[in-house]
């Protein structure tokens, strides 16, 4: 598998004293894969995204999508990607398929809409405004808006956050099914179970340094010696998290709420 994205030894700092929040990562992502970016608040999950996305620049170091840098191929590289847009209210006085339709509209081939919201389950909601939707539905719409350009790459920001377990799991049925269509998706998310059960391969990053990577039973393995606990998966990769960074991934959450 070639690699769609090529990072290395990625730098960021937001201020004049050059504080890192970015201390050098370096990684790849392979074609058809589903990647988990994950890590503590302020760990720089939405940073490294953004700048993989083009939406800021790096400090220092190589940042390479489809073996094109953002400087020179900023035009090839947008046709080629896209990003789940946050949750707000922008778009809440509008229908669920003009959205949509909006979205199509800035693409020479885009997918056809009415099949689209037919395969995520929003034929009923076609003229709803976006507003009156549920958490999950909202979801639905935004990832139609991300994908009806035919990307080839998707940039998801904690994508299933706030979502209850049946719409979660939905979301999670679709992303599982675009990947099988070849479609390479970048994830950051709080849920150990979402990167567990989407995600082939994982970076776990604390304080701006990768801390962890690889596949997730890799780094089960790696992470917990004792046969009894690794062999039948007694461990869980909220039970990494926990050990290789000391914080119960959700408990901080909910703290933080
Ligand atoms: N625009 C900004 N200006 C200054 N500092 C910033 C800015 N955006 C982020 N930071 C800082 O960079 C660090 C990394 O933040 P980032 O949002 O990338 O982390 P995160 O892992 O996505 O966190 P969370 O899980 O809370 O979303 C934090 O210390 C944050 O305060």
Redesign the pocket.
């Known amino acids: 598998m070639s690699a769609v994205i090529d990072v290395a030894d990625l730098k ?1 700092s ?2 004049k004293n050059n504080t890192l ?2 201390k050098g990562l370096s990684f790849q992502v392979k074609k058809g894969q589903c990647f988990g ?1 994950l ?12 700048i993989l996305q083009g939406l ?1 620049k790096p400090t220092s170091g190589k940042v390479s999508l489809f073996g094109m840098d953002w400087k020179d191929n900023e035009k090839q590289i947008r046709m080629k990607i896209g990003g789940l847009l946050q949750s707000n209210n922008l778009y809440g006085r509008t229908k669920v398929k003009e959205a949509v339709r909006l979205f199509a509209s800035f693409y020479k081939d885009p997918m056809d809409v009415d099949e689209l919201i037919e395969r995520f389950g929003l034929t009923d909601k076609a003229n709803a405004w976006l507003d009156s939707l549920s958490g999950g539905q909202k979801q639905r719409v935004f990832l139609a808006m991300t994908i009806v350009g035919k990307p080839e790459l998707i940039f998801l ?2 994508p299933t956050t706030g979502l209850d377990p049946t719409s979660r799991q939905s979301f999670w049925e679709i992303i599982k099914s675009l990947k099988e269509e070849g479609m390479t998706v970048i994830l ?1 998310t ?1 849920y150990m179970d979402e990167a567990d059960y989407l995600c082939d391969e994982l970076l776990i ?1 604390e304080q ?1 340094k990768i801390i962890e990577s690889g596949t997730p039973d890799a780094i089960i393995h790696r992470t917990f010696t004792d046969p009894v606990i690794r062999e039948p998966r007694k461990a869980t990769l909220n039970d990494v998290f926990l050990k290789l960074t000391g914080h119960d991934i959700l408990k901080q959450e909910t703290s ?1 709420a």
């Open positions: 960021k937001y201020n929040v970015l970016l890590g503590p608040n302020g760990a720089g999950k939405s940073t490294t995204l953004e800021k920001d904690e950051t709080h990053i701006g933080h």
